[in-house]
């Protein structure tokens, strides 16, 4: 495999990453965070149904999943905490997913780039820290970010606006259906980076 696996098409003006799944091989510390945190509720989250949700934020995901198990939660903002708590335990074991770094080491000061997640600002930052990216981008836009979330586009249309480039400009790079349909929403071309592994 080559070390960058994509060619920018004519008329790309800007590049946007999701981070989970895409950036950073962080999704197996979010599931072990996750069944930690859910299993004292007796909230079941089978692994496939936690990849398929990919892009969500954890809030929504919980009241989600309470809601389909019949469990009644009273404080999903300390839910909330207690899994990204957890999840920071794990972020020692976090790796780039090598291709798709190669991509935005490529294309760093060459294009405007920005990071477009899901997941909560503080944890998307230190997951960036934890692979020294964060400097790498000229916006993070994360869930705090936007009132609406994948599969809407208002999280890439924000990161558009940040760095200034037309929606139709920009590059897409995700890891789930939800994303892909965001970047679709957005107007975007949305590349999906699952075919290309994690090294």
């Given amino acids: 495999m080559p070390a960058t696996p994509w060619t920018a098409p004519p008329g790309t003006a800007g590049l946007i990453f999701d981070c989970d799944g895409t950036l950073a091989d962080t999704m197996p510390a979010h599931f072990r965070a ?3 945190m859910l299993a004292p509720h007796r909230i079941p989250f089978p692994e496939d ?3 398929a949700m990919g892009g969500m934020p954890t809030s929504r995901i919980i009241r989600l999943l309470a809601a389909d198990a019949g469990v009644e939660v009273h404080d999903v903002d300390a839910m909330v905490h207690e899994k990204e708590r957890l999840f920071v335990q794990h972020l020692d074991s976090v790796q780039p997913i090598v291709p798709v770094v190669a991509i935005a080491a490529e294309h760093r000061g060459r294009l405007p780039m920005a990071v477009a997640s899901g997941g909560y600002r503080e944890i998307v930052g230190r997951t960036l820290d934890r692979l020294r990216l964060r400097d790498w ?3 993070m836009v994360a869930a705090e970010d936007t009132a609406k979330h994948k599969p ?3 999280v890439f249309l924000e990161a558009a606006r940040r760095i200034g480039v037309s929606a139709a400009a920009c590059v ?5 259906e939800l994303g ?3 970047a679709r929403r957005a107007g975007m071309l949305g590349v999906d980076v699952r075919p290309w592994g994690k090294v």
């Fill in 34 to 36: 996750w069944t930690a």
């Fill in 49 to 51: 149904r936690f990849y």
């Fill in 137 to 139: 981008f000229g916006a």
């Fill in 152 to 154: 809407e586009p208002d």
């Fill in 172 to 176: 897409v790079f995700e890891d789930t």
């Fill in 180 to 182: 892909l349909e965001a």
